[in-house]
């Protein structure tokens, strides 16, 4: 977005909200993984991954996002 200068383009995002985490969200995300969450990172990543090789072979993103959210 920064580097574009455009919002309006299909995109896959993971979830990391944290109710527990009172920093602001740029260094929460920019952190490094907490040891204890991992195996929920790590399958986040593959899920994210699946995603994207599913909208690079034509799915629509609107399918996609309801698929894998």
Do not use: H, W
């Not at 920064?2 to 260094?27: H, M, S």
């Amino acid at each position: 977005i920064g580097e574009t200068g455009l919002q309006n383009f299909p995109r896959i995002r993971i979830g990391i909200k944290d109710e527990a985490v009172n920093i602001p969200i740029i260094n929460y995300v920019l952190s490094e993984v907490k040891k204890e969450d991992y195996p929920l990172f790590a399958e986040a990543c593959q899920k994210a991954g699946e995603a994207a090789a599913e909208f690079a072979k034509g799915m629509e993103i609107e399918k996609v996002m309801c698929k894998y959210n």
